[in-house]
């Protein structure tokens, strides 16, 4: 999780149903990672527990 610098969650709405992660890492530019999900409920965990793991203090 030390690599990753950034990530962004983006909702389902009214047009685009899918919700989206994008992550990324040390200093690309673009993400390298990309991962859509049928459901905002599945992002938001998943987001929940990554933001955990990125912020948690090194020892």
Known sequence: ???VSRFSVE??????LD???????SSS???TETLQF???KS???I???LAEAVLKPSK
């Open 11 to 16: 909702t389902s709405g009214h047009f685009d």
């Open 19 to 25: 919700a989206e992660l994008k992550i990324w890492i």
């Open 29 to 31: 530019e673009a993400p």
């Open 38 to 40: 049928k459901s905002d």
């Open 43 to 45: 992002v938001i965990a």
């Open 47 to 49: 987001q929940k527990a």
């Open 1 to 3: 999780y030390r690599s």
